[in-house]
């Protein structure tokens, strides 16, 4: 079977593989680099999920694989405040579309204005940290989880929930 993910970012590539090889066994993985064709950090759900469904619809088209993954994250703004949140899409040869969004992450004040602002949350989760490239690797999700998760892991649950229309197909088929 083959898997192509719409990213090169290794955090997205790791969280499909561990997934789809825990469930399929043996998966060739294909990163593919796709345009998300929304902005660089969606300010919305459904922007963060067109982003997800797109990738994964490019990335199947570029490789004509089995399936085709998207991952997004951007944030959403509740009555609660804003969360962060992670949309994943997974497409097969059918075209049919399983999907999937994190719970979210109540975000601070002072990141929601830059974010408003335009900026990139990993651009901003960089400069908060020190660090370089942290979307790559723990994430915002580690850094306010203060490392009990991290953005790998969130995208794994978020994987794995995208799939259950693939692994319940009799119930999704009309």
Same mark, same amino acid.
């Given at each position: 079977m083959k898997v192509a993910i719409g990213s090169q970012n290794l955090v997205k590539i790791k969280a499909t593989e561990n997934v789809f090889k825990r469930i399929?066994?043996?998966v060739e993985i294909l990163s593919?680099?796709?345009? %998300?064709?929304?902005?660089? &950090?969606? %300010?919305?759900?459904?922007? &963060?999920?067109?982003g997800a469904i797109n990738r994964a619809r490019s990335a199947l088209e570029k490789?004509?694989?089995d399936f085709g993954v998207g991952l997004e994250g951007g944030y959403e703004k509740t009555k609660f405040g804003v969360l962060m949140r992670g949309a994943v899409a997974i497409i097969d040869k059918k075209g049919r579309l399983g999907i999937s969004g994190s719970n979210g992450i109540l975000l601070p004040g002072k990141i929601v204005k830059r974010l408003e602002r335009g900026e990139e949350l990993g651009n901003i989760m960089d400069q908060l940290q020190g660090v370089k490239n942290t979307k790559q690797k723990w994430g915002a999700v580690g850094f306010f989880l203060k490392g009990y998760s991290n953005r790998q892991e969130s995208f794994e649950h978020n994987v794995l929930h995208a799939l259950a229309r693939f692994l319940r197909k009799e119930l999704y088929e009309e």
């Open positions: 399929f066994g043996g593919v680099k796709v345009d %998300s064709g929304v902005f660089h &950090t969606p %300010s919305s759900w459904e922007e &963060t999920a067109q490789t004509g694989a």
